[in-house]
Structure formats: structure tokens, C-alpha cells
């Protein structure tokens, strides 16, 4: 069964809950999965002190520091660090001195045996967001006013993960349309859309062929994107509803996920 739309939840209504995937002390917060692959979207908490051996994991896992840091054999992962591993990538052992969370994509579950070799065209080994170029203008009917850090994009698929800047005082006027997956984690900042305000920490997961939007920031933002099954393929549609600041919450969510979603969007004003 595919997964189900999440549209919109702040990530701080989830429960952190331990699971041993990455070993002794690890917590997580699902924000999505595949009950069937193992696939899944997870805000990974490492401990201060921990370690994980090396070796060769059975899944694709892709991330991005948002909190602390990690060191990997002879690499240092930091704020914004982003790194898309494949199955069968050989990842060196890692630590967290002081502790990190980290927004984690795995195509399955990481224990499962491995390939025997990966292809070297989907390894990003390390990516530091933060000195990464912005793209200029990547749709001629894109709303002028963001930028795309693009870091990562399949060469088979064409899935793509790239975070999305916006500048304050932007609205768009028209909705949207893509053919694919498209599944986001909101880093910074406000999104004023069709179903409530994001705040930092909101997440959704929308299939394909679902018109969303208008959307508008007054703080500026910035997004962590990413497409499943295909390219981002967008096409501009007239709303349902023309775009207004603070609109209210009506989320698109599984009955699992609808407790306490509506005290976290609105609680989420402090965070």
C-alpha cells in the first residue's frame, strides 16, 4: 500500500520512540513509511557519544544535519550537511561527540542484505548546503523572489532533493500540479498555503496530482525538498481559493496522525 498523503503535520507533534536501526540510544520521529519496503522519512536523534560501526548497509539512506554533528571516518557533517548514500556504499564508522538530529530518507530497511556493489553516479558523499550555489530561475512560470540549492538528482529516476529559499513578502496567485511525489521539511521561516500556516518543523507527503497552493511567506523560508518516482514536472493551475495570509489549519492527514496535530501547528507559533 502506498503511503497515505500527510498534508500538513508539524513534526513536533510526533513522539520520539527508540529504535535500534543505528544502534543503542537512537531515537526517532516518523514522518512517514512504507509498512511494506521499510521505506521511510524519520528525524533520526543521535545521543551524545554515540558511535556505529562501519560497514555496507542495505538501503539507500540520504540526510541532512539539522542540529549538532556528525563525524564519518574522516568527515565532518554539520549544520546543513547533506549526504545521499546508496545500498551497498560502504560508510565508515560513525560518532556524534555532542549529539545530533538529523532529517533521514531510507529506501528500505538499512539491515536487509546488501548489494554487492553500488553505482558510484547516486553517491553524494558530502554536501555542505551552506556554501552551495543557488540556480536562477528553474520554471519560466515560477513567482520570481527564490532559489534552488540542488543536491541531489537520481540519474536513472530523475528524483531530485534540492532546498528552496524564498525571499519575505513573496505570494504566488496560482496553485500547482506535479506528476510525482513531491515531500518536504520546512527548515526555517513561514508558509501560508491552502491548508494552514508551516511553521519550522512541518512536513508533508503528497502523492502525485494533488493541486496545492497558493502559497505566500512574510519571514522569508527555507525548504527541504525532494520528489519520489520521477522529476519534478510542475504545471500551473487556477486555485480553488485565492490566496489569504493566515489562513486556517485543515490538514490532509491518516487517522493515526490527526491526534494533537492541530495543538502542535498552532503551538508551533513559539517554536
Known amino acids: 500500500m ?4 500527510i498534508e500538513f503535520v508539524q513534526s513536533q507533534a510526533l513522539p520520539w520512540r527508540a529504535d535500534d536501526r543505528f544502534g543503542a540510544g537512537v531515537e526517532v520521529k516518523v514522518l512517514s513509511e512504507d509498512a511494506e519496503s521499510g521505506a521511510a522519512s524519520l528525524l533520526i536523534r543521535y545521543p551524545a557519544g554515540w558511535t556505529f560501526p562501519a560497514g555496507v548497509r542495505g538501503a539507500d539512506e540520504e540526510f541532512l544535519v539539522l542540529e549538532g554533528a556528525l563525524t564519518v571516518g574522516l568527515l565532518s557533517f554539520g549544520h546543513l550537511h547533506y549526504a545521499h548514500w546508496p545500498a551497498g556504499y560502504a560508510a565508515a564508522e560513525r560518532s556524534s561527540e555532542q549529539g545530533a ?11 536487509q542484505a ?5 553505482n558510484a553516479a547516486r553517491l553524494v558523499e558530502r554536501i555542505d548546503a551552506l556554501t552551495l550555489s543557488y540556480t536562477g530561475n528553474f520554471h519560466p ?5 527564490a532559489g534552488r540549492k540542488v543536491l541531489y ?7 531530485t532533493s534540492w532546498i528552496l529559499g524564498t525571499l519575505p513578502l513573496r505570494w504566488a496567485e496560482r496553485s500547482e500540479v506535479h506528476d510525482f511525489v513531491e515531500e518536504m521539511y520546512l527548515l526555517s ?3 501560508h498555503g491552502d491548508r494552514g500556516v508551516m511553521r519550522p518543523g512541518a512536513y508533508f507527503w503528497r502523492p502525485g496530482h494533488i493541486a496545492h497552493g497558493p502559497y505566500g511567506t512574510m519571514t522569508g523560508n527555507l525548504y527541504f525538498f525532494r520528489t519520489q518516482g520521477g522529476p519534478l514536472i510542475t504545471r500551473y493551475v487556477e486555485p480553488q481559493a485565492p490566496f489569504h495570509w493566515w489562513p486556517q489549519y485543515r490538514p ?3 487517522a493515526e496522525l490527526q491526534a494533537g496535530a492541530a495543538e502542535a501547528a498552532e503551538g508551533a507559533r513559539a517554536w
Do not use: K
Not at 114 to 118: R, S
Open 101 to 111: 538530529v538529523v532529517l533521514t530518507f531510507l529506501s528500505g530497511d538499512p539491515r
Open 141 to 145: 512560470e515560477f513567482p520570481p523572489g
Open 189 to 191: 521561516g513561514e508558509s
Open 153 to 159: 538528482t537520481d540519474p536513472g529516476t530523475q528524483e
Open 252 to 254: 490532509a492527514l491518516p
Open 2 to 5: 502506498p503511503r497515505p498523503q
Open 114 to 118: 546488501a548489494p554487492a556493489a553500488f
